[in-house]
């Protein structure tokens, strides 16, 4: 197959990028790897999308949003792209049912996928209390008891967030202090709310039909190790982010963290003709809307480079 361009991943980046590049008659493929819809079909009614007044079931959103890009003109694709050679024009990259596309450009919308602790009852609890984005769902625990995993820059703004909204917020600590900067730790002593628990390991959660609690080992492996049992509804991964780049096999200048570098003034990448959209090129927000927006700003450069060629 051979198309104008290649959007690799979906969920509203890459759904938008086809959108936009199917209204302006540039041919294109996306295909939409291995969750297709992205990490939004996992979350439950988001209520900070725009336009949805009553708010909308994630997976129904990407739903609309993939139908929407069928409907313009865009070829969506099932499957995943195990490699792609960005060494020259045309790229040509490789599905897993090892058929091929050929592109003039392509979009990298694979997005970035949450880490967690490798808990069962991180799976068995998904959509029923365990969340990795505080500001997509804190809302849901307004005046309850939650608990935030890390002790870095991120776990102490989402903790700071979500005291704001919730009745009392947990720091699970696995160290004996803070990683963050001094400025984040002070935020998180200043709110009375906010109770840090050092040297703190999650070993489980339990519940009825949700998150009820977490079981925590207290300096474990230590002639003092205890345990304790702390109550929570909502149960909140800070630990970092991995961008889904490995297929690229190291082709696109990244960043220390692994999220693809763009210009500051487009979705450009290192590559000529390759462009970036969504959380695999965003460490800071990681919102769908902020996702959307960029995905339309990768088309729009598409547009621009193809018709410069």
Known sequence: M??????????????????????AGI???????HQPGGQ????TTIENFPGFPEGIDGFGLMQNMRQQAINVGATVQSGVVKSIDLS???????????STVEADSVVIATGASAKYLGLPDEKKYAGQGVSACATCDGFFYRKRNVA????????????????????????????????AQAAMQQRVADRDNIEVIYNANTVGLFGEDGVEGAHLVINRGEPNETTRDIAVDGFFL??????????LDGQLTVDEQGY???DKESTATSVEGVFAAGDVADPH??????AAGSGCRAALDVEHFLNNQ
């Open 2 to 23: 051979k198309v104008q361009c290649l959007i690799i991943g979906s969920g509203p980046a890459g759904y938008t990028a086809a959108i936009y590049t199917s209204r």
């Open 238 to 247: 800070a630990i970092g982010h991995r961008p889904n780049t490995a297929f």
């Open 88 to 98: 020259k024009r045309p790229f040509v990259a490789v599905l897993d049912d090892e």
């Open 148 to 179: 935030v995993v890390g002790g870095g820059d991120t776990a102490c703004e989402e903790a700071t967030y979500l005291s704001n909204l919730c009745r009392k917020v947990y720091m699970i600590v696995r160290k004996d202090h803070l990683r």
């Open 27 to 33: 041919s294109n493929v996306l295909v939409e790897g």
């Open 40 to 43: 939004l079909t996992t979350t």
């Open 260 to 262: 693809i570098v763009t």
């Open 285 to 290: 927000y990681r919102q769908a809307i902020a």
